[in-house]
């Protein structure tokens, strides 16, 4: 049986994050300081919460990468071909005032392309007694990003406009395992489909990674994000207002043997991340 370390001494610096670590795990920290403790199975799980922890101090050195070529066409080919299927049809059309839907567009939403994954994401939901109007006017108002999608958007504006188009700013935080800071720059279409219907186009036009007081060049960093998409369909209901938004995303790929550091950021970030802009732009529709 492999040993692994003793990381369970109360005056352990990794005392307080390993509290966190067994309390979302349904373990209370007693059940450590008792014989059971020694189990394989429990310092195991320490030893890997303790090897994730170390990473995330290590991470720009262990994980740092640069954004291929191939990955970028691959992703403008991928991307190239969804855009030319919409047809703005809902895909949830029976869903319920208050339901919330969030799915993959096929598999487990990760499409595996070379040197990176592309995700690809889509989440509905109906607002009552909301209307179309309302959402367009939430969507504009990127001075207010900031405060709509906090804790994931920290700064937030817009940069020109000029009529149905817009250029916009975000600054975004991303946190699993990991926290990533990015500066993005996007360009917003709005298309008018007609019937009060709309459909809202963003695609990232500048994707850069910061780390502490500087950005790192474009294309570099832990690559969890290097482009990100989002497609909008905002329809009227009887009883409110039907809101769509597919997410497309590029990120690296999951490094040989790092799975269960790097994983759950690439894979679990993209769904997190879009249900919860869903559900901030319904509690702005609601103020």
């Known amino acids: 049986m492999p040993e692994y370390p003793d990381f369970l001494s109360l005056d352990c610096k990794y005392s307080k994050p390993l509290r966190r670590f067994l309390r979302l795990n349904n373990v209370s920290f007693l059940q450590w300081r008792l014989p059971r403790a020694s189990s394989f199975e429990m310092r195991r799980a320490a030893f890997i919460f303790t090897l994730a922890l170390a990473c995330t101090h290590t991470a720009s050195a ?3 990468t640069e954004l291929s070529p191939k990955a970028t066409a ?17 895909r949830y059309p029976q869903i319920q005032p208050g339901e919330v839907k969030v799915d993959p567009i096929k598999g487990d939403g990760s499409i595996v392309i070379k040197d990176g994954l592309v995700h690809d994401w889509i989440a509905a939901t109906v607002v009552p007694g909301a209307t179309v109007d309302q959402v367009l006017k939430v969507l504009q108002n990127y001075a207010a990003y900031k405060i709509i999608y906090t804790p994931d958007v920290t700064d937030s504006r817009a940069i020109s406009h000029n009529g149905n188009q817009w250029h916009m700013y975000l600054q975004m935080v991303k946190k699993k395992v990991f926290t990533v800071v990015l500066n993005g ?39 969890f994000v290097w482009r990100l998409n989002a497609y909008w369909l905002i329809e009227p209901r009887p009883n409110g207002v039907y809101m769509e938004c597919r997410s497309l995303s590029l990120s690296r ?13 690439v894979t679990g970030v993209p769904p997190e991340s879009l249900r919860q802009t869903l559900l901030a732009t319904a509690q702005a529709l609601r103020k």
């Open 253 to 265: 790929d999951i490094p040989f043997g790092l799975n269960f550091a790097v994983k759950p950021f």
């Open 74 to 90: 691959a992703f403008n080919d991928y991307q190239k071909t969804i855009e030319s299927q919409f047809r703005w049809q809902p």
């Open 62 to 64: 262990q994980f740092n």
């Open 185 to 223: 720059e996007f360009d917003v279409e709005y298309r008018d489909l007609g019937s009060g219907r709309w459909a809202v186009l963003s695609r990232s036009t500048r994707l850069a990674q910061v780390e502490g007081d500087h950005e790192l060049p474009v294309g570099t960093g832990l690559g």
